[in-house]
């Protein structure tokens, strides 16, 4: 099993930045830290619309960013703690959504998602 646990979300206005944090834990993590996942990242979901990628990588090193948010955020892993991140710069008023952790099972691809943290930004 796989649990993702995100945090730091919160409200900011236009223009900030805010960082999240996704800790993957469980058996399966703990077994094969280091290649677990055959894809990890961040995908959201404003009210209304479908869930869309945000970013992502993959075990094989691979990044990729919507265009909506090349250039301002940036994804990266802490491996030591099984931890993936999302550095979120000059936010705009539609990055607003609930923003899911993703990680995707390297030998099965199943998929795991945490529970989703709120990313609210103001004009």
């Known amino acids: 099993q796989v649990q993702l646990v995100e945090s730091g979300g919160g409200l900011v206005q236009a223009g900030g930045s805010l960082t999240l944090s996704c800790a993957a834990s469980g058996s399966i993590v703990s077994i094969n830290p280091m290649g677990w996942y055959r894809q990890m990242g961040w995908y959201r979901q404003a009210p209304g619309k479908q869930?869309?990628?945000?970013?992502?990588?993959?075990?094989?090193?691979?990044?990729n960013y919507a265009d909506s948010v090349k250039d301002r955020f940036t994804i990266s892993r802490d491996n030591a703690k099984n931890t993936a991140y999302l550095q979120m710069n000059d936010l705009k008023p539609e990055d607003t959504a609930v923003y899911y952790c993703?990680?995707?099972?390297?030998?099965?691809?199943?998929?795991?998602w945490g529970q989703g943290t709120q990313v609210t930004v103001s004009s």
């Open positions: 993703h990680g995707q099972i390297n030998w099965n691809g199943r998929d795991y």
């Open positions: 869930r869309e990628l945000v970013a992502r990588f993959t075990t094989g090193g691979t990044t």
